[in-house]
Structures are given as C-alpha cells and as structure tokens.
C-alpha cells in the first residue's frame, strides 16, 4: 500500500519506468512511453506490473518473442492482463523478452536477441520466460508475470534469485496467451519475495467463461504468515534429486531440508518411479501441440508476410522467413508424432506416461504434504554454451516437467548460492494448495 508521505502512485510508476527505459539486460521488447493517470482507489494503484510478450494486451506489441508476429497489436487484452490492471488497478510497465513461443530454457531463442542475467551477463536469465525473470532479479520492475508449460517460469526464477509460482493448471485463465501446449501452458508470477507473489496471485485467479479449462481456485488467495513448519511432511524424491544436479545445488538444496528441518518439517526420502521419464513425454506432447496451435501463422491473420506468387508460396516463405530454428524443429517434431501409424507409439504413448507420473504425485501426496527438488540441474549457464544442442538445453527442465504434466502447483524461492549464483528451491502440492505452499515457502524464505 502506499502511505502518505511516500512517492505518490504516480512517481512511484514514473520511477520503475525511467529504470525500465534504461534497463541494460535486453528484459523488454516494449516499455510504457508515459506515466498514465492511475486510478488510486484500486488496490494495486501505481504498482508498475511486466507482462511476457506472449500475453495479448490491447494495441501493444504482442510477439509472443516470434518474428512472425512482428508488430502484431492485438483487438483485446488476456483475461488475467485485465484482471491486473482494470480490477486490481495495477499499470502495464513493459512486454517482456522471452524464448520464441515460449520454447526454450535461456531466452536465446528470442527474435528480439537474448536477455541477460542480471547477477552476470555473460549467462543467460533461464527461459522462456527469462525476461520476466530479469526484470524482477534486476529491480526494473516490481513483478512481473510469465508462463510455464514446463518449468518456464520456475527455472528462469531459480537461474536469477527470486520467487515463481506456477499455480494448478486452470486456476488462471489462458484466454489472451498466445498457446503453446494448451494442456500444458499455464499463467503465473515472479516477484522478489513470498508475500508479493500471493498478492499478485490473488489478483489473477478466477475461473473465465473465456476459457473452458480454467476453474478458479476453491478459496481465496491468503497473504502467507507461516513461520514454522510443523507437522508438514516433506517428501524428497530421489528420481529427481540426485544424478544429474551439480554438486553446489545438491549442497544448497541439503542446507535447505535441513533448515526445514529446524522449522519443524520431516524430510523422508520417496519415490516418483515413472518421474524420469517426464522429459521424454513432455517434448512430445508439447511439441504436438504446437504444431497445431502454430498452425494459425499463415502470414494472411497475423503480424509478419512475405509476399510471393501463390497462396501456397506465401505460406511457406512466410513460415520459413517467421519462424525460428527450435519452433520449426517442435512443429517437425509435433507434426511426425500425430501422424497416423504414428500416433499410438509416440503421442499415444506418451499421454499413458503423463497420466502415470500424475498418479505417481497422488501416492506421494497420500504420505507427504508437499514435494521437494532442487528447482534447476545446475546454475544459470554461459550464454551460447547449450543453443547447438537442444538435447543439453531439455534436461534444464527435468526437474520441473513433471509438476506440469501432473497440473499440479510448484514455487521455486531462492535457497543461496553456487559459484556465486543463485540457486533455487522447488516445492510442489496438491492441485489446489497455493494457501499451504505460500505458508511452507513463506517459512522457509
Ligand atoms: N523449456 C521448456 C520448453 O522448451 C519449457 C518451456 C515452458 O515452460 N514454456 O518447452
């Protein structure tokens, strides 16, 4: 709230504008060009909020990241971008940088260029939300909100020091993100601390006629007081904690169940048995999905054409010249897999896997209140060190896809340092237990 006898809600604005205008990380792709008159009666008055290019917000650039939406303004703006702003009376502040369609894990496979870690900017922010993710970790925003399909919000948190929640799949409406996976993508937020992110939460819940998948959540979004951990019961899943993540985020992810263990918590070794093969279902549900929703850029309805001859030659020099080099692989990858003769051995298949790992969650959530892993494999890398091989780029995600294919909840805090950068804690709930995982992140933060 803002008090009197502090900056008033439009200096406060005008103040995070001139540092955005500014921002030397490449975070945005488009910053508000004037201070509006802010409405001071609504609760989030003067509160300066980034948005991800991929959300449509009415007559500003929304590029999703994609040459072939260059310049695209869309006729309305997503349901939780008017939530922010005409309910909660927050103030667009700037459309963020991120991965092309929200494939990626480092914000490289941008149109618009890289964004950089603010914590150093030889490394990348983490993706694909890496530019909501800068904005936060280099104060050129208060909050921001991004996407996470596999982690996209959660991992990029994690590579620079602050909160991401990606909330139960529905719980905030799709309506206005530009889609990736449908059954996948799904709204969230990044701020620098725990309370911020159930504010911000709280503003964009709510179930939308706008959107047949979303549901709301069941109670309203508390503001956390938590300061113990009593009785909560941890589980920490050795599929997902143990090869593969380097040596300083083990150490720091030990520190943390140890202190969680101060607090009160019990922290039991479990089982996710069908966990390790989330990757493997994940990038072929995902790019299945693409390659029909990325379908629609056709040249004729949105953002960038190349003129040719015939319709047909106009589509395909169109897709060629629009699209990048990953989004081209998932439609190839997405297209293959949903072929007939195809469907059952890969697509097929791989929704089995995905129902699996949900119940795999819903055993352990019989024994353990909340879920625990370190949120990324590894500290934010060097810029270029994995674009040639996507393969190295995936496993990024490994920790936090399964959380995605299940639907369910996952916060990644801050937990210190390795080689000087951040690390990230995961915990992941129920579908539908925001309240309890902002208590418990609230306890540990
Ligand atoms: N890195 C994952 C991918 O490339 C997840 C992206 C996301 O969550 N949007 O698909």
């Known amino acids: 709230a803002i008090r009197s006898g502090d900056l008033d809600a439009q200096e406060y604005f005008d103040f995070y504008r001139k540092r955005a205008a500014a921002d030397p990380y490449n975070s945005y792709v488009w910053v508000a060009d004037e201070t509006p008159a802010i409405d001071t009666s609504k609760p989030f008055a003067g509160v300066p909020i980034a948005i991800k290019d991929l959300f449509c917000t009415e007559g500003i650039p929304s590029q999703a990241g994609s040459k072939i939406l260059e310049d695209y303004r869309p006729p309305y703006s997503a349901t939780s971008v008017k939530k922010l702003t005409d309910d909660a009376g927050g103030t667009l502040l700037g459309k963020t940088n991120q991965d092309e369609f929200a494939m990626g894990s480092s914000t490289e496979n941008s149109a618009y260029g890289p964004t950089l870690n603010p914590w150093d900017t030889t490394r990348v922010p983490g993706g694909s939300s890496g530019g909501s993710a800068a904005v936060v970790a280099g ?35 799709r309506y206005g993100m530009i889609a990736f996976a449908s059954s996948l993508d799904q709204a969230g937020t990044f701020t620098r601390d725990v309370t911020d992110t159930a504010m911000l939460l709280s503003a964009m819940v709510g179930q939308d006629p706008c959107d047949q998948t979303s549901l709301g959540l069941p109670e ?69 999905e693409c390659s029909s929703n990325l379908a629609r850029y056709d040249g004729v309805r949105f953002g960038f054409r190349k003129q040719a001859d015939s319709l047909l030659e106009m589509y395909n020099q169109t897709r060629e010249a629009g699209f990048g080099a990953e989004v081209k692989r998932r439609i190839m990858l997405g297209t293959y897999a949903l072929s007939s003769g195809y469907y059952d051995a890969y697509y097929g298949r791989a929704q089995k896997v995905r129902t699996l790992i949900a119940q795999d969650f819903k055993n352990a959530f019989d024994q353990f209140d909340f879920i625990v892993t370190p949120t990324a494999p590894g500290v934010a890398f060097e810029l270029n060190s994995k674009t040639s091989d996507p393969l190295a780029m995936y496993l990024n995600d490994f920790c936090t896809v399964p959380m995605s ?22 915990i992941a709930g129920p579908a539908f237990s925001e309240n309890r995982i902002l208590d418990a992140a609230l306890a540990l933060e």
């Open 405 to 426: 294919l299940a639907g369910i909840p996952a916060i990644s805090i801050p937990n210190g340092l390795s080689e000087g950068l951040p690390v990230g804690f995961q």
């Open 139 to 173: 104060a050129t925003a208060p909050w921001s909100i991004g996407t996470d399909t596999g982690g996209s919000i959660r991992q990029p948190a994690a590579l620079t020091g602050i909160v991401g929640l990606k909330p139960t799949y529905g719980a905030i409406s």
């Open 220 to 288: 309203p979004v508390r503001i956390p007081t938590a300061d113990s951990l009593k009785g909560i019961r941890l589980g920490v899943p050795e599929e997902l904690s143990g090869e593969g993540i380097e040596e300083g985020v083990l150490k720091a992810f030990n520190e943390t169940l140890e202190l969680a263990k101060s607090l009160g918590a019990t922290v039991e070794t479990t089982h996710l048995p069908h966990a390790p093969h989330g990757l493997a279902a994940y990038y072929l549900i995902a790019p299945a």
